[in-house]
């Protein structure tokens, strides 16, 4: 029977890249850093999961004269991203997905909980619902479930078990909702069912296994959810 749903965050619940990969160049910018990364570099960096991360992999891709940052440095450039990130969102700017309030607030209605698994930071999480829902995140959601918080990060199932294991429920008592191949990998890896609404950034990816995928969650109502649950169960 379903009891929960769990959301990754950035690209599902709301559109978040573009203000990332602003942070991420304002973050080099600020370091006197000559990184820049244009949408088209970015969406080859997505694949690396994790700001921190992307950062080490983007060093790896460069020439070997380049100036290395020392993983400390990854770490303080990494807080300052985030720092700025929040400013970004705090000056509003970033609306939620079409489908994403309507359905978290008819969930709540319906007695589900609700739940985030995220690569992100429980800080960005922060932000979000604070420009998005105006309220703090315990709130909006009764578990969180942060990146940083595990030893391994999607497409690894870690974030998820952790939701799961917050939540204190089986993954045939959920629905993950997800934008990524990366995430969908990891939800499937928790034995979660899983729905798929592409982004901008995620589009075309291979979403093989998702028991559905949607253009949006417009629409999508707690009692069909608990069909697709029930489905897969
Ligand atoms: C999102 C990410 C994150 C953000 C940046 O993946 O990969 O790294 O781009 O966040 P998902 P941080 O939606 O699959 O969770 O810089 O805070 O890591
Ligand atoms: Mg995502």
Redesign the pocket.
């Known amino acids: 029977r379903l009891a929960a749903l769990i959301f990754?965050?950035?690209?599902?619940l709301a559109e978040t890249?573009e203000a990332?990969r602003a942070a991420f160049n304002r973050a080099f910018d600020a370091r006197g850093l000559s990184w820049h990364w244009s949408r088209e570099t970015y969406r080859d960096l997505?694949r690396t999961?994790?700001?921190?991360e992307?950062m080490r992999a983007f060093q790896d891709s460069l020439p070997d004269a380049a100036r290395r940052l020392a993983a400390d440095e990854i770490a303080q450039l990494?807080a300052e991203?985030?720092a700025i990130y929040g400013d970004i969102l705090n000056s509003g700017g970033l609306d939620l997905r079409p489908g994403v309030a309507g359905l978290i607030a008819a969930a709540r209605a319906g007695g589900l909980r609700l739940a985030v698994a995220?690569?992100?930071?429980r800080a960005?999480v922060t932000a979000l619902t604070r420009c998005c829902w105006r309220q703090e995140p315990d709130t909006v959601f009764d578990a969180i479930a942060a990146?940083d918080e595990v030893a391994a990060k999607?497409p690894a199932p870690d974030v998820y078990r952790l939701a799961l294991a917050r939540l204190g429920l089986p993954p045939d008592a959920c629905i993950a909702f997800e934008?990524?191949a990366?995430?969908l990998r990891a939800a499937l890896a928790a034995g979660l069912p899983v729905v798929v609404t592409p982004s901008t950034y995620t589009q075309g990816e291979d979403f093989t296994g998702a028991a559905l995928v949607a253009d949006s969650l417009t629409g999508l109502t707690p009692a069909q959810l608990a069909r697709i649950g029930g489905d897969l169960a």
């Open positions: 990754d965050v950035d690209g599902t890249e990332h997505l999961p994790g700001g921190k992307r990494h991203k985030t995220t690569t992100t930071s960005n990146g999607k934008d990524s990366i995430g």
